[in-house]
């Protein structure tokens, strides 16, 4: 289904087949080589020593770099760059070493768990994880507390995807075994160098990426068609930061690419969702919420938070998703969770099938990927279904349109890469 759209977005790229599909992400390859650049200079320029002004200034950088790194991984991720399934294997190997983790463990904590199952328990990195009566404090220990989280999961999904022998597990080796060659390589010739302008400013980096999910999502109704994240609009940082602050359109149709998101957002999230939800500034909103000795929590609408957050579940321990699933990408903003209670009330009045993830077979019970896939991971056999909805701004799952448009994205991602072998 989505091969076949592969070479009109191509030309629509001017670059042709085989190269970029679209033609902003020339501002992704850019800022990709300026960070290798910066760090060869900065690797050169503080050759006597890390510990001066030359260190300090050079690590500030090269932490502002790397974090675009992660941003890159998060877009490609969803979206690859390249028409070439093969160019799109080196790009990830590339923008691993730019991050610091293998790009391809994005997809199955943030695709597959966070986009599929937002805030639920099967959301690793949900903000409920968190819930001290200071909001700085909230901040801080965020990333030290989902961290464990991410990891396990990710070595569940990979070990699951092993047994199953599917291409993207040796992807992640190879680009896992190349990130351990390089860091050995730069600690041995020169080990402040590698601390203060390689491992330290990407660790930094991806703490940062991952905690600002508590900005974009804490005290929103994931069960809802728009107010299920917030979204930071200011031209400055939706620059550097690659539309990163369109949020909610990302989550509504995340397969569609970095640069088609402002129009979208207009189109589709702005006059919908709530305005506090579309903040200018992401500064001032960190200030006010997280760094002023006042700063409260609240949800979406101002409204006083209580814990766990709207909807939200008041179990501490995460719940496994299917770790064999053959998918992606996300399709929809609407947590699977909230897509089982659609269907089934659907299903008790129209007596019809609830549309099942992966095509598996109605009523068999097994997803697409076949017993063995859920037997990998000790999970359930049964699959959620997706693509059942209300429609509109309110509770439950997204417009049809929508999650059709979204469903083709996800199908042409997985023409794009290694994995959809």
């Known amino acids: ?218 005290g929103c109704d994931p069960q809802d068609g728009h107010n299920h994240s917030r979204n930071f609009t200011g031209p400055i940082l939706n620059w550097f930061c690659l539309n990163n602050g369109y949020h909610a359109i990302h989550h509504m149709m995340p397969g569609k690419h970095w640069s088609q998101l402002p129009q979208l957002h207009e189109q589709r999230v702005a006059s919908h969702n709530h305005p506090f939800l579309n903040c200018p500034d992401i500064l001032g909103y960190l200030g006010r919420t997280f760094l002023a000795p006042w700063g409260r929590r609240t949800n979406y609408d101002g409204t006083p938070y209580v814990h766990p957050g709207i909807g939200g579940d008041p179990n501490p321990h995460d719940e496994p998703w299917e770790f064999g699933t053959r998918a992606l990408n996300a399709d929809s903003a609407t947590p699977l969770s909230a897509r089982t209670s659609s269907a089934a009330k659907k299903q008790t009045h129209t007596g019809a099938r609830p549309h099942s993830d992966d095509s598996s077979p109605a009523g068999s019970g097994e997803s697409a990927d076949g017993p063995e896939a859920a037997a990998a991971v000790g999970g359930p056999t049964q699959r959620q279904p997706r693509g059942i909805g209300s429609g509109g701004s309110g509770k439950g799952a997204l417009a049809t349109e929508e999650e059709a448009d979204g469903e083709v994205e996800a199908a042409e991602m997985s023409a794009l890469l290694w994995a959809s072998a």
């Open 1 to 218: 289904m989505g091969s076949s759209t592969l070479p009109a977005r191509a030309a629509a790229s001017g670059l042709g087949p085989g190269l970029l599909r679209y033609s902003a992400d020339v501002r992704t390859l850019c800022f990709c080589a300026a960070y290798y650049l910066a760090t060869a200079s900065a690797w050169a320029w503080t050759v006597e020593g890390v510990l001066g002004l030359r260190g300090l200034l050079a690590s500030i950088y090269l932490t502002l770099a790397a974090f675009q790194g992660c941003i890159a991984v998060h877009n490609s991720a969803h979206c690859p760059p390249f028409a070439s399934p093969v160019l799109n294997a080196c790009w990830f190997m590339l923008i691993s070493l730019w991050n610091g983790a293998s790009a391809t463990a994005y997809i199955p904590g943030h695709n597959l768990g966070h986009h599929r199952h937002l805030q639920t328990r099967s959301d690793a990195i949900r903000t409920s994880k968190v819930n001290s009566g200071s909001q700085l404090w909230n901040l801080l220990s965020y990333f030290p507390r989902v961290y464990p989280s991410i990891y396990k999961n990710d070595m569940s999904y990979f070990e699951a995807q092993r047994k199953l022998g599917r291409p993207i597990y040796a992807q992640f080796q190879r680009e896992s075994l190349a990130i351990v060659c390089a860091y050995v390589s730069l600690a041995l010739f020169g080990p402040l160098r590698f601390l203060a302008l390689v491992l330290i400013p990407q660790v930094i980096a991806k703490a940062a990426i991952v905690t600002l999910n508590l900005l974009q999502h804490d």
